[in-house]
């Protein structure tokens, strides 16, 4: 939302490559909750040093890395070891059916908090991995 390409900050690397990610307990919370769909306005629902572009971007990883060690006293490998936490929304929660949305734009930031109910408008496509959609969320009552 305030680094994405409709903001007046609008920062594509920020967006890209420094936006934040779940806590290590995320993935176990979601599926206690029963949440089967979440919605985000950054470019992946891991943090993107639990990505590839950890590797791409060395001078970065060792920003983040830095930055766990001063707040929580544990490295990165430490608090999320990549066996376990590389791609985890993807790897992890997807075969558990919970599924997720990328790159929301428009009024994400001010949605309240609590439970919708999502309709998704995707063009017909055969084993992809990935495509622009239409998403209209409804708030439980």
Same mark, same amino acid.
């Given at each position: 939302?305030k680094?994405?390409w ?16 779940p806590?290590p307990?995320?993935?176990d919370? #979601?599926?206690?909750?029963?949440i089967?769909?979440l919605?985000?306005? #950054?470019?992946a ?6 990505t590839?572009q950890r ?6 990883f ?5 930055k766990?060690l ?9 608090i ?8 985890d929304m993807?790897?992890n ?5 919970v599924v997720?949305?990328e790159?929301?734009?428009g009024?994400?930031?001010?949605a309240?908090s609590?439970r919708y ?6 063009p017909k496509?055969?084993?992809l991995?990935? #495509?622009?959609g239409?998403?209209?969320?409804f708030?439980e009552k």
């Amino acid at each position: 939302h305030k680094y994405g390409w409709n903001s007046p900050d609008s920062d594509e690397f920020r967006y890209m490559i420094k936006h934040p990610g779940p806590s290590p307990d995320f993935a176990d919370w #979601c599926l206690k909750k029963k949440i089967k769909y979440l919605g985000v306005d #950054c470019v992946a629902m891991e943090h993107p040093m639990n990505t590839i572009q950890r590797i791409f971007h060395p001078k970065t990883f060792e920003e983040a890395n830095e930055k766990l060690l001063a707040q929580y006293e544990g490295d990165w490998d430490e608090i999320y070891p990549l066996d376990q936490y590389y791609q985890d929304m993807h790897l992890n929660l997807f075969p558990k059916g919970v599924v997720h949305i990328e790159n929301l734009g428009g009024d994400l930031a001010g949605a309240e908090s609590g439970r919708y109910f999502f309709v998704s408008f995707i063009p017909k496509g055969v084993e992809l991995a990935s #495509c622009w959609g239409r998403f209209t969320a409804f708030k439980e009552k």
